[in-house]
């Protein structure tokens, strides 16, 4: 292309990776974090838990099925994991300007620079990868030609990222014979629909709502950007629900959640697992688990009391990946069992809850 405009990704340690412009004409400064998926960038760049990040793609060739249209089901977008982008910045290796796929409704380029977020081209993600791997996740900055460069780098993390994403009001998704509380901390649409797909009705909340003043049947805590240790009052809440008794269900954050009303403690990853393909043992079996996911901090299973256990471990670097409870209906997981796209392995665990539910009120 003739008019190409370039673009920089800088990151805090000085290393500068030049490239193209291919999103809109802005610069800016976030979290650098990688996903090695190798598909589902519509869904990467509207996933609430990317919030604040500039999300660098491994994958070589990215934009050659385009974006799907914004078709609502349900009430709520089809294609989607929320109604917008939560990326500050995408960095890829290749843009493709073509695309070709049934369900395409416009480029990934256009997309981008509708909704105001600038994406670079041209860039060796394998060498920024390397670089987070070996140093860890690290601020940065995308600079396009012509636009101002921001003043600092910009620590998302300090933030309550969960209050930018979170619902304002509750919303009630579906019917069904039970009603599931879903604490929405920036979840991911897939759960509502894993949930509807199970005959529920799903009530979904703000991060800081008392969903103890609702008649429920069931509970999910969702998945989320962020610190979990921004989340106080959900915590408390959750904490109410345990005295309650009715079943718990976390995902992602949710798990993080869970386990600090429990007594454990969470810290920050190296660099985080983000990708299609971590493999997940369930303690005490030998069954090993494909999952997706995508988070930036892990949960301390040591402060955990008696009545608790390990669910899931992380194969690769033996972190924890899911508590649950001995003999109470709780449990949750660190990974994206409602993954989209992603591996399905673990959506089973939506049935195990929905038993939870059937046991509780039988």
């Known amino acids: 292309m003739s008019d190409k405009k370039a673009a920089v990704l800088i990151l805090e340690d000085g290393t500068k990776f030049e490239g193209f412009s291919f999103g809109a004409d802005r610069s800016v400064s976030g979290e650098v974090v990688f996903n090695t998926?190798?598909?589902?960038?519509?869904?990467?760049?509207?996933?609430?838990?990317?919030?604040?990040?500039?999300?660098?793609?491994?994958?070589?060739?990215?934009?050659?099925?385009?974006?799907?249209?914004?078709?609502?089901?349900?009430?709520?977008?089809?294609?989607?994991?929320?109604?917008?982008?939560?990326i500050k910045a995408l960095v890829v290796a290749d843009?493709?300007?073509?695309?070709?796929?049934?369900?395409?409704?416009?480029?990934?380029?256009?997309?981008?620079?509708?909704?105001?977020?600038?994406?670079?081209?041209?860039?060796?993600?394998?060498?920024?990868?390397?670089?987070i791997r070996e140093k860890g996740a690290m601020l940065g900055k995308v600079v396009v030609e012509g636009e101002p460069e921001p003043a600092e780098f910009d620590d998302p993390n300090r933030r309550n990222l969960v209050a930018e994403v979170s619902c304002r009001e509750p919303i009630t998704y579906g019917s069904g014979k039970y009603k599931v509380v879903l604490v929405d901390c920036g979840c991911k649409l897939n759960i509502v629909r894993c949930l509807l797909k199970r005959g529920v009705e799903v009530i979904r909340v703000p991060w800081d709502y008392d969903f103890t003043t609702i008649d429920y049947d069931g509970l999910m805590l969702g998945n989320g950007p962020g610190d979990p240790q921004m989340c106080g009052k959900t915590v408390e809440h959750i904490r109410r629900a345990m005295e309650i008794g009715k079943p718990i269900f976390g995902i992602c954050l949710g798990n993080q959640l869970l386990a600090i009303a429990a007594g454990a403690s969470t810290?920050?990853?190296?660099?985080?697992?983000?990708?299609?393909?971590?493999?997940?043992?369930?303690?005490?079996?030998?069954?090993?688990?494909?999952?997706?996911?995508?988070?930036?901090?892990?949960?301390?299973?040591?402060?955990?009391?008696?009545?608790?256990?390990?669910?899931?471990?992380?194969?690769?670097?033996?972190?924890?990946?899911?508590?649950?409870?001995?003999?109470?209906?709780?449990?949750?997981?660190?990974?994206?069992?409602?993954?989209?796209?992603?591996?399905?392995?673990?959506?089973?665990?939506?049935?195990?809850?929905?038993?939870?539910?059937?046991?509780?009120?039988?």
Do not use: C
Request: glycine share 8%; no cysteine.
């Open 37 to 86: 998926a190798m598909m589902g960038y519509p869904e990467s760049l509207t996933d609430p838990s990317y919030r604040g990040q500039i999300l660098v793609l491994t994958y070589p060739l990215i934009g050659n099925y385009g974006v799907p249209p914004f078709t609502e089901e349900d009430g709520m977008l089809k294609f989607f994991e929320s109604d917008s982008i939560h």
């Open 267 to 362: 810290f920050k990853l190296k660099y985080g697992h983000r990708s299609h393909n971590q493999p997940a043992l369930m303690v005490g079996t030998d069954q090993a688990m494909i999952t997706s996911q995508n988070h930036g901090f892990a949960v301390d299973p040591s402060g955990l009391g008696p009545d608790w256990e390990p669910y899931f471990v992380n194969l690769n670097d033996g972190t924890n990946e899911g508590i649950r409870h001995r003999t109470k209906p709780f449990f949750s997981v660190q990974f994206h069992p409602e993954a989209t796209s992603g591996p399905v392995d673990t959506e089973f665990l939506f049935d195990h809850f929905i038993e939870n539910i059937e046991k509780y009120n039988g």
């Open 95 to 131: 843009y493709s300007f073509e695309y070709s796929h049934w369900n395409a409704a416009q480029s990934l380029a256009d997309w981008l620079k509708a909704n105001d977020v600038p994406a670079i081209y041209g860039v060796d993600t394998r060498a920024v990868t390397k670089i």
